[in-house]
């Protein structure tokens, strides 16, 4: 299920099972766009980018989909495993800021096994 | 091998002291960053130094002074501190930083608890 407000939105599956999480960004000049994965006591760890003149791009059971026309970025995890279970956030970088990423709420993905 | 690492990693201080959170990073990159994540887990940048100077200087409290002694690091110091800077902070850095669309790698973290 989903919830929002003072908690993260939160998304259970169980193993095995396809995941998508969804993220909204508000600046349409963001021309860069990252997934990272952040588990309990560590640091987000990269996941997959796509630059803004793409709107699909896939890497090791992972796809990255854009789509400008509403500003919105998902993350497909395929044959999702226990330890995919973390928080995960996306992050844009505004066309004309220095390196400057702003990141997203954050989901937290729990995997049943 | 660590990439970025910091220390302390856990830091438990009182109001009002001046504290020190180191970050270095082996990487060769160019540019390093200070996050702050909140309780709600919201990442928000503080700083970014590329090649020892500072690039990015959001609104952050003047007790929060970065210091960069050569690329490879890039120190945090808060000085009186306050409740409300309780918090984990990480340290990331990128390749390059300016008008590139490079990956920033980021630090353990720094759990830092003002009682």
């Known amino acids: 299920g989903e919830s929002v407000g003072l908690h993260l939105p939160t998304l259970s599956v169980q193993e095995g099972d396809n995941s998508i999480i969804n993220c909204a960004y508000s600046n349409s000049a963001s021309d860069y766009f990252i997934w990272y994965k952040q588990e309990s006591g560590k640091g987000p760890q990269f996941i997959i980018d796509?630059?803004?003149?793409?709107d699909k791009r896939q890497g090791q059971r992972v796809t990255v989909l854009l789509n400008k026309t509403v500003k919105h970025l998902s993350l497909q995890i395929a044959a999702t495993q226990p330890g995919d279970s973390a928080v995960y956030f996306c992050?844009?970088?505004?066309?004309?800021?220095?390196?400057?990423?702003?990141f997203g709420q954050g989901t937290i993905l729990t995997v049943h096994p | 091998d660590t990439a970025v690492s910091q220390t302390p990693k856990y830091l438990v201080t009182q109001m009002g002291n001046d504290k020190s959170i180191k970050c270095e990073q082996n990487?060769?990159?160019?540019?390093m960053y200070w996050y702050k994540q909140d309780s709600k887990k919201f990442l928000k940048i503080m700083f970014s130094?590329?090649?020892?100077?500072?690039?990015i200087n959001e609104t952050v409290p003047n007790r929060f002074s970065p210091k960069s002694p050569d690329k490879a690091h890039l120190n945090l110091h808060i000085n009186s501190l306050e409740l409300g800077d309780s918090a984990v902070y990480f340290c990331a850095s990128s390749p390059f930083g300016q008008y590139s669309t490079d990956t920033q790698y980021f630090g353990p973290g720094t759990r830092l608890t003002v009682l």
């Open positions: 130094y590329n090649n020892k100077e500072l690039i």
């Open positions: 990487l060769g990159h160019d540019t």
């Open positions: 992050a844009e970088r505004g066309g004309t800021s220095y390196g400057k990423l702003t």
């Open positions: 796509i630059r803004s003149n793409m």
